[in-house]
């Protein structure tokens, strides 16, 4: 699967809830995430990553894992490749990975509530200690970008970094320890 995504900064959630429900959006989760990531031994893990894996659970017992490899930046739009792979025990395929030589460098927390309109994916997330943002998943870098004029968002800052980039460069916040 190939990613087409940017993040809108500083929204406001119940405005951001109620024009994609006026718009006819439907809501597909509203959940707390928790999210450890994994990677080879030794690296910063600043950026020198050539890939990731990450584990993520859901406040209903949902597990997944992804495989994201480097993104390449489209203006405020972050292409990269994924693999998602839902499991059933995430300690022990934490365990796993860290026995065959990769560690858990960071563990977030986030709230997450998550839409769907047409061909776009909406998550409204919000982590501990900073304002609420807004991701939009689309097609293509045109498409992304016709999400954000729906919405009348033109006016605020978009990235196409991923959320280590937004966390620390943005807020300066510690990316790797994020608990509510």
């Known amino acids: 699967m190939h990613e087409i995504e940017t993040k809108v900064l500083e929204v406001d959630k119940e405005e951001i809830k109620r024009k994609l429900n006026l718009l006819g959006a439907k809501e597909i989760q509203n959940t707390r995430l928790i999210v450890d990531w994994y990677g080879p031994k030794g690296l910063t893990h600043d950026g020198d990553d050539p890939w990731y894996l990450r584990i993520r659970t859901t406040s209903d017992g949902k597990n997944e894992v992804s495989y994201k490899s480097l ?4 203006g405020n739009t972050r292409h990269s490749d994924e693999i998602n792979l839902n499991i059933s025990d995430a ?3 934490g365990k796993l990975f860290e026995n065959i030589g ?13 839409f769907i309109l047409k061909d776009w994916n909406f ?15 689309g097609k293509s870098h045109e498409h992304v970008q016709e999400a954000i004029k729906l919405l009348n968002l033109e006016n605020h800052k978009s990235i196409g970094e991923g959320e280590r980039v937004l966390i620390k460069k943005e807020y300066r916040l510690d990316w790797c320890n994020m608990y509510f």
């Open 71 to 74: 993104p390449q930046i489209t």
């Open 91 to 93: 300690l022990t395929l």
């Open 102 to 114: 990769m560690e858990n460098y960071a563990h977030q927390e986030k709230d997450r509530i998550s």
């Open 123 to 137: 998550d409204l997330d919000q982590y501990p200690g900073m304002p609420a943002y807004l991701e939009i998943e």
